[in-house]
């Protein structure tokens, strides 16, 4: 099975500023046969469902702020929200749909 | 739009059995996989299990196969979660996601809780 390990597991940011999540996999979650990490993240809201961010480790999901990014191939991978706002104060979680079973990272929490 | 609606989560007894629902609308239901992830009160998100478009192939976590079955029946639009021989660690917010065409989870229902107690 592929363990995804996120770090930082908090991390305080003030408003404006930029925050850097990172997660890696005990795997590569890389395909060459379409040249695509298979590695996702999500933001979660107190009381709310997931919501998906960025899929293909780096590409926005419709209607996501340009402030979300996603980088990073094979094992490593970073989630940057550039210029943090209030409403991003949430949990982030990366995910690896490479090969079941389907593993989160332990999320980090991403306070103001 | 997509939408998603689990119902069925209840207080039942350890070594129960109960079966959780997901009803899909907005989206050809049929052409997409889709995924159960659960969520214990202040933990993270653990995935559970998938089940293929056509249902034809299923896959779970270690920490429910044999105990929990996932299906789906494509001519109502709705997925299934049966969950046996219940624990305590079973305890959790039981959401169902649709993986989109990038196959990542692009849709989440609001959940169903699920608790394990005696």
């Known amino acids: 099975d592929i363990v995804v390990t996120q770090s930082p597991d908090s991390l305080a940011v003030s408003l404006g500023e930029r925050a850097t999540i990172h997660c890696k996999s005990s795997q590569s979650v890389f395909y060459s046969s379409n040249n695509k990490d298979y590695l996702g993240w999500y933001q979660q809201k107190p009381g709310q469902p997931p919501k998906l961010l960025i899929y293909w480790a780096s590409t926005r999901e419709s209607g996501v702020p340009d402030r979300f990014s996603g980088s990073g191939y094979g094992t490593d991978f970073t989630l940057t929200i550039n210029s943090l706002q209030a409403e991003d104060v949430a949990i982030y979680y990366c995910?690896?749909?490479?090969?079941?079973?389907?593993?989160f990272g332990g999320g980090t929490r991403v306070e103001i | 739009q997509v939408q998603l609606v689990e119902s069925g989560g209840t207080v039942v007894q350890p070594g129960s059995s109960l079966r959780v629902s997901c009803a899909a609308s907005?989206?050809?239901?049929?052409?997409?996989?889709l995924h159960w992830v659960r969520q214990a009160p202040g933990k993270g998100l653990e995935w559970v299990a998938v089940?293929?478009?056509?249902?034809?192939?299923?896959f779970y976590s270690d920490s429910v196969k044999g105990r929990f079955t996932v299906a789906r029946d494509n001519s109502k639009n709705t997925l299934s979660l049966e969950l046996n021989s219940l624990r305590g660690e079973d305890t959790a917010i039981y959401y169902c996601?649709?993986?989109?065409?990038?196959?990542?989870?692009?849709?989440w229902g609001q959940g169903t809780p699920v608790i394990v107690s005696s």
């Open positions: 907005g989206f050809t239901f049929s052409s997409f996989a």
């Open positions: 995910q690896q749909y490479h090969s079941p079973p389907f593993t």
């Open positions: 996601a649709r993986a989109g065409p990038h196959i990542a989870l692009d849709s």
């Open positions: 089940i293929s478009f056509d249902g034809s192939s299923q």
